[in-house]
């Protein structure tokens, strides 16, 4: 007898102790009071993190309740997430989204910043979702050599690599020998024959250590996140024009985006340019700073 | 149905049957890199474990802390080597996921092979002993063949785990069947995702089948129908 | 790479980072014993009607082993469509996948435990007069709880490990140590998740271990009995 009973407190305990929990762990954010609450979404990307605190900062200022969700994971879960209705505000980059909004081909419409943001605003509109004026600052996809390399074979765009890509070994994100703005781009635009793809990382600490121990002489970084400078690398010009207009860009519910909301993140975008942001990855990056503090003091620094 | 249809095409695609992103290329790696992490595991969790229940000492010690780094994070050890200059990219990101996974490997193993020692009973000890057994021959003539189906459940256990595991090698620069998840989750791939994950999958229910055929093979006729033919957590060895 | 120094790890990270990393440590925690419970609550009525129906057998270890081997990563991708990213919807994505995974060892536990039921028992039940539902109640559970518990203890090694890699959408506990350590190659917050994980799984086992003294209090008593006896 004492046993069943026994069992019986165990099983009421485990399931008493799970419903807290879950009701803890379940309990909606606060309801918003007169202006609307914002849920900011940012992916694990440390530069749209750094862009949703400054978001989160400013709308907060001016009296909005706002919730900024950090590291939710890759576009392909954040961007659904704001179709869905489950975040309200995410930043992100004009080609790369229009890019992903189409099955993860790039777009003609993505070349050109003026051309790209109307797309973007046509194909979220069904979602209830829109696309506010770009920033200035641009990041997009850049190969990168080394100086060594860049000096011996006199390397300065991309065009230059046409003589040697076919002893060079390339490096990229897993995907990117499918990718239209990796190798299969490299590839049709640029006639670039590679000896050989390696896969590593998205143009993270993996992609940085390969280059630097010759494992591969080219790989994809990101133009703004400091690397490129950081570690004396040469970034190739893309003299034809292969990635897209990657200007970050505020991707909004309509539901949100009152005029108010819309001048004041204008506001601050016009401020963020490709140098502030380059900056601001190296903080994070290199000097390990956190990129919500990091995001308080780029305010200050501009008198916000 | 589209989806399933879509599937289907992938599956049919030559252009994903060939070359260094193929199926079979990354099949390889993938069985390669569980075979090297089980052959390892093997080597420490079945070594210590032998001794550990050899001598009787210590042992309980070592179970239990065995347990607790079955919480060790793969994606942790991945990644912390994956980012040592001296580690990161040696052989293709090959030795980085081979050291991070051999942690996954070694606590089931080296739990049921020390399970599987102290099940000896000791009256079959003392008889080895009696027929004039050094320490040496009691150990690999009586002890270790009858431990060998709980050590060999424990291999099976560790091996499914690796398997399913070994998709993270490729977030840190190994390419294998993993390469199909992440490439496929960030691209918005689904199709590409849900293939790696069929194949391994796949990869896993072999390993298991036949690591369960192998168990069966090498456990003394006698002792076959009271054997774990099939246990991921050995007996209570923890209790 | 080093600019903020040279050592391979840095207290003032902890020291600075506290709240994060104890908030991190709180949801790991809570996504761990979420998980186990429901794995508890579900595992053991199907691992009785296992271990009492061969029939339902086949299809219970089937489905379970099933949700052993899909790689985690690929089962957000299916099921964040479905259930949602974004907390507290993600929880369901997260938890989802856990659970799967401690359901194969627990049930398989339960199903040992109650294999082991030694016969002798079985018959004393009989002899008493005990219904089937008096004798599973009063007999057959109570003698499998070391078996059910040494699979608990198993399954929450096991999730505490596990719970890291939710943080690919976006929880994760200390897992999101990880990510953010790897992305910006940085030791220390990998270091804080990895040795945290293993502390919080010791700290439970021990818990666990107390709570199977106080239900199964006669197992103490028949180790030692063995343990003299050898």
């Known amino acids: ?68 969700e950090p590291a939710l994971g890759t576009r392909a879960i954040v961007v659904p997430a704001l179709e869905k209705g489950q975040i309200d505000l995410e930043p992100d980059y004009a080609a790369s989204l229009l890019a992903f909004l189409h099955g993860g081909n790039p777009e003609k419409a993505g070349d050109n910043i003026k051309t790209a943001i109307p797309a973007d605003r046509r194909a979220l509109s069904r979602y209830g979702v829109t696309v506010l004026k770009a920033s200035e600052a641009l990041d997009t996809n850049v190969f990168a050599v080394t100086q060594a390399t860049a000096r011996k074979d006199h390397l300065t765009t991309l065009s230059s690599l046409k003589p040697y890509a076919s002893k060079m070994i390339l490096g990229g994100p897993p995907e990117c020998p499918t990718y239209a703005g990796c190798e299969v781009g490299l590839e049709k635009v640029y006639g670039l024959h590679f000896a050989g793809f390696k896969p590593l990382d998205e143009a993270g600490p993996l992609s940085v250590a390969a280059l630097k ?22 970034a190739l010009t893309d003299n034809k024009h292969l990635e897209g207009a990657d200007y970050i860009v505020p991707v909004i519910r309509k539901s949100v985006d009152t005029p108010e909301v819309a001048r004041l993140l204008n506001g601050i975008d016009a401020k963020l340019t490709t140098v502030a942001i380059s900056k601001l990855n190296l903080d994070v990056t290199q000097k390990k700073e956190q990129p919500t503090a990091v995001a308080k003091a780029w305010l200050r620094s501009v008198h916000y | 149905m589209s989806f399933l249809s879509r599937l289907l095409h992938w599956f049919t695609n030559a252009a994903n049957w060939s070359g260094s992103g193929g199926i079979p290329l990354l099949f390889e790696r993938s069985l390669e890199l569980s075979l090297a992490v089980v052959a390892l595991g093997l080597l420490i969790g079945g070594g210590l474990g032998l001794i550990l229940g050899h001598t009787g000492r210590g042992g309980l010690v070592a179970v239990n802390a065995a347990n607790a780094f079955r919480a060790v994070p793969s994606l942790a050890l991945l990644t912390l080597l994956a980012i040592q200059p001296a580690i990161s990219l040696k052989w293709d990101g090959f030795l980085a996921s081979w050291i991070a996974l051999t942690a996954l490997a070694v606590p089931p193993i080296l739990t049921n092979t020390y399970v599987g020692m102290r099940e000896v009973d000791a009256d079959v000890r003392d008889a080895a002993k009696a027929m004039g057994l050094r320490a040496n021959g009691v150990l690999w003539r009586v002890e270790a063949p009858l431990a060998l189906p709980f050590v060999m459940a424990g291999l099976r256990t560790a091996a499914i785990e690796v398997v399913a595991t070994s998709t993270l090698a490729a977030y840190v620069g190994y390419s294998d069947l993993g390469t199909y998840v992440i490439a496929g989750l960030d691209t918005q791939n689904t199709v590409e995702a849900v293939s790696g994950a069929l194949l391994v999958g796949v990869m896993a229910a072999l390993v298991s089948v036949s690591l369960g055929v192998l168990g069966r093979l090498l456990t003394p006729r006698p002792l076959r129908a009271g054997g774990p033919v099939f246990s991921l957590a050995g007996r209570p060895a923890l209790g | 790479m080093l600019l903020a120094g040279s050592s391979f790890f840095q207290w003032s990270y902890v020291t600075g980072q506290w709240g994060q990393i104890l908030g991190d440590l709180v949801q790991h925690i809570e996504l761990s014993l979420i998980a186990l419970g429901i794995g508890t609550v579900i595992s053991l009525p199907l691992g009785v009607l296992a271990w009492r129906y061969r029939l339902v057998r086949v299809p219970v270890f089937g489905l379970a082993s099933t949700l052993y081997i899909i790689p985690s990563l690929a089962l957000f991708a299916i099921l964040g469509g479905i259930t949602g990213y974004v907390p507290p919807r993600s929880w369901v994505t997260a938890e989802f996948a856990l659970v799967g995974y401690t359901l194969l060892i627990l049930i398989w536990n339960t199903v040992s435990g109650l294999d082991a039921v030694p016969v002798e028992s079985k018959e004393a039940a009989v002899a008493l007069g005990f219904s089937r539902r008096a004798e599973l109640w009063r007999v057959d559970l109570p003698l499998a709880l070391p078996y059910i518990f040494a699979g608990l203890r198993v399954a929450l090694a096991t999730v505490i490990g596990l719970v890291t890699v939710t943080a690919l959408i976006g929880l994760g506990g200390l897992g999101q140590q990880i990510t953010y350590g790897f992305n910006i190659a940085y030791n220390t917050p990998i270091i804080v998740g990895l040795v945290l994980s293993i502390a919080l799984a010791a700290v439970a086992d021990l818990v666990l271990v107390g709570v199977e003294r106080l239900l199964v209090p006669w197992s103490r008593a028949t180790r030692r009995a063995r343990a003299s006896a050898r």
């Open chain 1, 1 to 68: 007898m004492y046993q069943m009973i026994r069992i019986r407190v165990l099983l009421a305990i485990a399931v008493v102790a799970m419903v807290a929990a879950a009701a803890t762990a379940l309990t909606p954010a606060a309801a918003a009071k007169s202006k609307p609450s914002i849920i900011i979404g940012s992916t694990n990307f440390e530069e749209q993190a750094i862009v949703s605190n400054i978001y989160g900062d400013v709308l907060k200022r001016a009296g909005f309740h706002v919730t900024v």
């Open chain 1, 213 to 234: 121990n010759g494992e591969v002489q080219v790989v994809e970084l990101f133009s703004s996140d400091g690397n490129v400078v950081a570690n004396h690398f040469e």
